[in-house]
């Protein structure tokens, strides 16, 4: 099934992903944004803690790339019965 089948048979579970996907990459820009680079604290905005949470935000966003992919398949399906 491709995306615009994807849409229209399960809409809101392909709107939701969409949403979070969008959501997610709004907020990377903005903890990109408010890392403290100078800083090399372990806690607040500097930059370890800053890069992890890039990391993780970057994993999240690469599951939902995943779910995506998955929406586009046309497999599994049922087979046909009789074998043609």
Do not use: H, K
Not at 32 to 46: P, Q, V
Not at 67 to 80: A, I, M, N, Q
């Amino acid at each position: 099934m491709g995306l615009r089948t994807a849409l229209q048979r399960t809409r809101w579970i392909t709107l939701a992903a969409l949403a979070v996907a969008i959501w997610s990459v709004v907020v990377w820009f903005e903890v990109f944004g408010s890392i403290e680079w100078a800083s090399m604290d372990y806690i607040g905005r500097a930059a370890p803690s800053g890069v992890v949470g890039l990391v993780v935000l970057g994993a999240f966003l690469a599951l939902l790339v995943v779910l995506f992919g998955e929406l586009g398949e046309e497999e599994p399906s049922p087979e046909s019965w009789p074998p043609e």
